[in-house]
T-cell receptor, first 114, second 113 residues
């Protein structure tokens, strides 16, 4: 699996957009970008994934550069409850499923300040 | 209507004991996982099961034995507990046919004294 690089931490003001960057310069053509987050003392939570097109759901937007070597997760209106560790993971989609595992790195700690 | 549940939430025990952690999912998923998150917060996969069959075993000591009585349950039994086993253990599940959207349980914090 391609390796990802994320800054260790960032903060943003409540109500503002949080833009979380991720570098994955060795990504292969069949690898997807996944984002998960882990709020303190809870299990990780799936946020979004994408291949090459930008994606949006009720939680966030995922912007993937045209060369696919980096991406940005956008939380459009951050709240205090969005304070968490955010993991960017690159993985083959793996519709074979059961042997498709997620490899979590250190992630980026997002602190949302009042 | 909890999706992935684990019991117990906290487990404190002495070295050398044998303990089990239980996991149940009511999502109709056919693939389940165990992850370990150590004190440095690294989250690592241990096992995955699909339809009660072991698929992934990430060089975990054989003191750890997962058991899947049915698709909805994946239990983790640990023999001869060691200090280094202290961690938070997370269960997760997904549909084999889906992308990597795994649903995680709340975790079990194991402390070995």
């Amino acid at each position: 699996d391609a390796k990802t690089t994320q800054p260790p931490s960032m903060d943003c003001a409540e109500g503002r957009a949080a833009n979380l960057p991720c570098n994955h310069s060795t990504i292969s053509g069949n690898e997807y970008v996944y984002w998960y987050r882990q709020i303190h003392s809870q299990g990780p939570q799936y946020i979004i994934h994408g291949l090459k097109n930008n994606e949006t759901n009720e939680m966030a937007s995922l912007i993937i550069t045209e060369d696919r070597k980096s991406s940005t997760l956008i939380l459009p209106h951050a709240t205090l409850r969005d304070t968490a560790v955010y993991y960017c993971i690159v993985r083959v989609a793996g519709r074979t499923g059961a042997n498709s595992k997620l490899t979590f790195g250190k992630g980026i700690t997002l602190s949302v300040r009042p | 209507d909890t999706a992935v549940s684990q019991t117990p939430k906290y487990l404190v025990t002495q070295m050398g004991n044998d303990k089990s952690i239980k996991c149940e999912q009511n999502l109709g998923h056919d693939t389940m996982y165990w992850y370990k998150q150590d004190s440095k917060k690294f989250l690592k996969i241990m096992f995955s099961y699909n339809n009660k069959e072991l698929i992934i075993n990430e060089t975990v000591p054989n003191r750890f034995s997962p058991k899947s009585p049915d698709k909805a349950h994946l239990n983790l039994h640990i023999n001869s507990l060691e200090l280094g086993d202290s961690a938070v253990y997370f269960c997760a599940s997904k549909l084999q046919s889906s992308y990597n959207e795994q649903f995680f349980g709340p975790g079990t914090r194991l402390t070995v004294l």
